[in-house]
């Protein structure tokens, strides 16, 4: 009987070494597939990081060509406010040479109306002069 029970007893262990070795053979295949899944989502990861990489580049070069623009606005801002600074100038002069013209033009008016009252005053003398002349020679 003890055979017996020895063959009993290696039959369920056997049985129980079965069960084991399917059960590692399927945590293999799991393991497998998880790992062939991981590995493409590695890929698929890595491609988009690959992608945002570039993009990162391209964006870079265009912040630089920006910058580069903003030097030069900056540069021509400048002077466009030198100019204007001179324009500012330039028109502060022109209100001032204009102010003295309207001064000038006052006084040649004031000189051509003081012209005119002399003439007419010698016209007048002339003219009573002529008369007194021609009173005499009648």
């Known amino acids: ?4 029970e020895f063959k009993i007893i290696l039959e369920d262990i ?9 059960g590692h053979k399927l ?3 799991k393991l497998d597939r998880q790992a062939k899944e991981n590995k493409e989502e590695h890929k698929e990861i890595r491609d988009e990081i690959l992608y945002v990489k570039k993009d990162v580049n391209s964006l870079k070069k265009e912040v630089v060509d920006i910058k580069k623009d903003v030097v030069d606005v900056k540069k021509d801002l400048s002077d466009v406010k030198k100019d204007v600074s001179e324009l500012q100038k330039d028109v ?5 040479d204009v102010v003295d013209i309207k001064k000038n033009i006052v006084d040649v008016k004031k000189d051509v109306s003081d012209i005119r009252k002399d003439m007419n005053e010698h016209r007048e003398n ?8 021609k009173k005499r020679a009648s």
């Open 14 to 22: 056997n049985e129980k070494f079965d069960l084991v070795i399917e």
């Open 126 to 133: 002339t003219e009573l002069h002529g008369l007194r002349k």
């Open 27 to 29: 945590l293999n295949e």
């Open 92 to 96: 502060y002069t022109l209100k001032k």
């Open 1 to 4: 009987m003890k055979g017996d």
